[in-house]
């Protein structure tokens, strides 16, 4: 096989394993009314089910990343998928919920380490003209998941909630085939031991921050951050935060390098990216506001979001031919003009079916637009080759921590607001203003154009 059309099966690759772990977050709210009959279980432990997998893929983000680095992108990738069809199949066999929360939880850290693995072998193989193209049409996945998910888990429910996951085996096992035989297989494994300390205790902060945010109680905050279940987690994550850092700038090779927040680029994304994090995830809201705003029921109002959810899948790729052409920092600077016009819609104008849609489609834009290509780009061109896929894993680390916030800030600004319309547009209004800083932020960003790579200068691709 000729470089163009080996390149061409890496992105078909990519495109299918990001596409996999991306439906499983689509299509878990199908089967969980099914899993909760059979198992008995109540909505807390529903919970659990979908906030376990969220917290495993940020527990094996930046442990993954790094791992690739040092190791190889074959190596990790196929690690990676082999991981999710495992969990896949605990979950296929499970007979109680303590088997079902062990499934979820080796799928999410799996799952962890796809995206930024795949986000790096774009770096690595593709020229630069073509990385943002490369790096859009991999955004576009999570656009199309959400779009299909839900019918994909409509139909294998006829038969039984198992083949939600079933369907995963067959689909990993060509992943870890394939990977093995299109991947780079070269690893930068420097003399120095892995950096064990570091990935201990981030991953011990990351997890006591994320259990104790989402153990927030968002219609009483105050008194919430009192329990045991918050402020001893939040606590450990606060404490353990400065000596996780002292132990990195002494690490020969540190999981997180601290010369990624010494250059200014990399500052600016990392920041830009907890502010997307924290209004994406305000978007699970928006029903809500359809429901109390418009009187309509709740499936009327899932179906109000598929406009918005189909601008995203087909924005992504558009966007990422667009960093190719002018540069990521414009089109990231559009992209929140874009934000900034549809969060503030939702906050100030009067909710009609017209301005619900429309807002939906503004803010869709501008989402689609930095999830995909504009800020993974910068994040390739300002890291070094040897801590690429790093880089991207903190990316996802911010983008999570946002995610993570955005639910408590959105339903305590609502609570205090009494709720209601008026309360959800008052969460909207204060988004609306973060996106405003976020912009503000961008116009730190370099405004050039992409260079061109020399024929000399292109990466091989090694199999």
């Given at each position: 096989m ?18 996999m ?5 689509a299509?878990?709210g199908?089967?969980?009314p099914?899993?909760?009959k059979?198992?008995g ?14 917290l495993?893929?940020l ?10 680095d ?7 990738y ?5 991981g999710f069809g ?29 995206f ?9 193989t ?24 839900p ?7 006829q038969?039984?909630?198992?083949w939600l996951?079933?369907i ?8 870890v ?10 690893g ?25 945010v ?27 935060l ?35 994090g924290?209004?994406?995830c305000a ?52 992209a929140?003009?874009?934000?900034v ?7 100030l104008a ?5 301005t ?10 501008g ?36 995610q993570?916030s955005g639910?408590?800030i ?26 405003v ?9 370099n ?16 199999s």
């Amino acid at each position: 096989m000729n470089q163009a059309g080996n390149t061409k099966a890496i992105m078909a690759l990519l495109f299918v394993g990001v596409l996999m772990g991306a439906l499983d977050l689509a299509i878990i709210g199908p089967a969980l009314p099914a899993m909760q009959k059979e198992f008995g279980l109540d909505n807390r432990n529903l919970s659990w089910l979908f906030n376990i997998y969220v917290l495993a893929q940020l527990i094996g983000t930046p442990l993954l990343s790094k791992l690739s680095d040092r190791y190889g992108r074959r190596l990790i990738y196929v690690l990676c998928v082999s991981g999710f069809g495992l969990g896949s199949l605990l979950l296929v066999v499970a007979g109680n919920l303590d088997t079902l929360l062990i499934g979820r939880a080796v799928q999410g850290f799996g799952a962890s380490g796809i995206f930024p693995v795949a986000a790096a072998v774009i770096g690595d193989t593709f020229p630069k003209e073509k990385q943002g193209s490369a790096l859009g049409l991999i955004g576009a996945v999570f656009g199309l998941a959400f779009l299909i998910g839900p019918v994909i888990g409509g139909f294998l429910l006829q038969f039984a909630w198992q083949w939600l996951f079933l369907i995963n085996l067959p689909i990993a096992v060509a992943l870890v085939i394939a990977g093995w035989r299109l991947l780079p297989t070269k690893g930068n494994k420097p003399p120095a031991p892995f950096d064990w300390t570091g990935g201990i205790l981030l991953t011990t902060l990351l997890l006591g921050f994320a259990v104790g945010v989402t153990n927030l109680d968002t219609a009483n905050i105050g008194d919430s951050f009192q329990t045991l279940a918050v402020w001893p987690a939040l606590l450990a994550g606060a404490v353990l935060l400065p000596f996780f850092w002292r132990t990195e700038r002494r690490a020969a090779d540190p999981i997180i390098r601290p010369s990624f927040f010494a250059a200014k680029q990399i500052k600016l994304v990392l920041l830009i990216a907890a502010g997307l994090g924290t209004i994406e995830c305000a978007q699970v809201f928006l029903p809500s506001l359809a429901v109390v705003s418009l009187g309509v029921t709740t499936s009327t109002a899932a179906f109000l979001m598929l406009p918005g959810v189909f601008v995203m899948m087909v924005v992504s790729p558009i966007a990422g031919k667009a960093v190719d052409k002018m540069g990521a920092g414009k089109i990231i600077q559009v992209a929140l003009v874009f934000i900034v016009a549809g969060i503030l819609m939702y906050g100030l104008a009067g909710m009609t079916f017209v301005t619900f849609i429309g807002a939906g489609l503004l803010a869709g834009v501008g989402i689609a637009a930095l999830l995909g290509a504009p800020l993974r780009y910068i994040i390739i061109q300002e890291a070094r080759d040897e801590d690429r896929a790093a880089a991207q894993g903190l990316l996802n680390i911010f983008l999570a921590i946002g995610q993570l916030s955005g639910a408590a800030i959105v339903g305590a600004v609502a609570t205090s607001g009494g709720g209601g319309t008026e309360g959800y547009q008052r969460s909207f209004l204060v988004l609306g203003l973060l996106a405003v800083v976020m912009f503000f932020v961008s116009l730190g960003l370099n405004r050039n154009k992409p260079e061109k790579t020399n024929s000399t200068d292109t990466q091989a691709v090694s199999s």
